[in-house]
């Protein structure tokens, strides 16, 4: 298999074929990317010709689809029985038109999302996200397990991996940003962070539940008595 583009994403993906006895080739837009992958056994080629005809299976992870389209799309490889798996971030319009420009080339295609850090990549916290052709993604779902405990096909559409990306993320973002400012708000009142933080996990330093508002008391998991409102009291 191939992987094209070996920034920190690339590079950890192309490791974890290699955790898995997979043969890879890999290329860098950037010669001298490749890091100890050679010294495992990754064959590193000079040009995106070689690194297509090199795999069946060709991942594709670069900084945004600008730069995707820069490396494909004037490729005069020949890519019948290969399949092409784009896990670079970008917006769902952009992966479909991706999956059209493929389609029209005979290119089995899948889109794909990465929702997990780098070191997590192999490893049974890593989690990914695939949208595009059923048949493909079943031609290819033994070798992408290699990349994560988790691999989600979410249907037929390209865009899907995308959308549901954006959409993850706006939650992390919007979750950040009330975490930030309920602090903010604690703190103009007086209140110690770490108190703060005890009570509104629930977790060490709790007020008894008559004196805490909403929030969890310390009883049994099922007891219907685990919220309580304000005791004036």
């Known amino acids: 298999m191939t992987v094209l583009g070996l920034g920190p994403m ?7 074929f290699l955790n898995a006895r997979h043969p890879v ?15 495992r056994g990754a064959v590193v080629v000079d040009s995106v010709q070689d690194a297509v005809r090199a795999g069946e299976v060709i991942v594709v992870c670069l900084i945004d689809y600008d730069a995707v389209w820069a490396t494909l799309e004037d ?19 952009q992966a479909r038109r991706m999956s059209r420009w493929a389609s029209a080339r005979g290119i089995d295609y899948l889109d794909g999302a990465i929702l997990t850090p780098t070191p997590a990549i192999g ?12 048949d493909v993604y079943e031609a290819v779902r033994e070798t992408m397990d290699a990349v994560g405990g988790t691999v989600t096909h ?9 959308a549901y990306e954006v959409a993850l993320l706006d939650i992390f973002a919007t979750s ?24 509104a996990t629930g977790i060490g330093g709790m007020l008894p539940c008559s004196h805490a508002p909403m929030l969890p008391c310390s009883h049994a998991p099922g007891d219907d008595h685990a919220f309580r409102s304000a005791d004036p009291g």
């Open 75 to 93: 490729l005069p490889a020949n890519w019948e029985n290969r399949r092409l798996i784009n896990l670079t971030s970008g917006e769902p319009a």
């Open 154 to 162: 979410l249907g037929e559409d390209p865009g899907q991996a995308s």
């Open 176 to 199: 950040v940003n009330g975490i930030v400012h309920a602090f903010a708000l604690a703190s103009a009142e007086g209140i110690e962070p770490e108190r703060f933080a005890a009570l």
């Open 10 to 16: 690339g590079h950890a993906l192309a490791s974890a």
């Open 25 to 39: 080739t890999v290329w860098n837009r950037t010669p001298g990317k490749a890091g100890d992958l050679p010294d």
């Open 123 to 134: 490893t049974p916290a890593g989690a990914v996200l695939l949208s595009g052709s059923l």
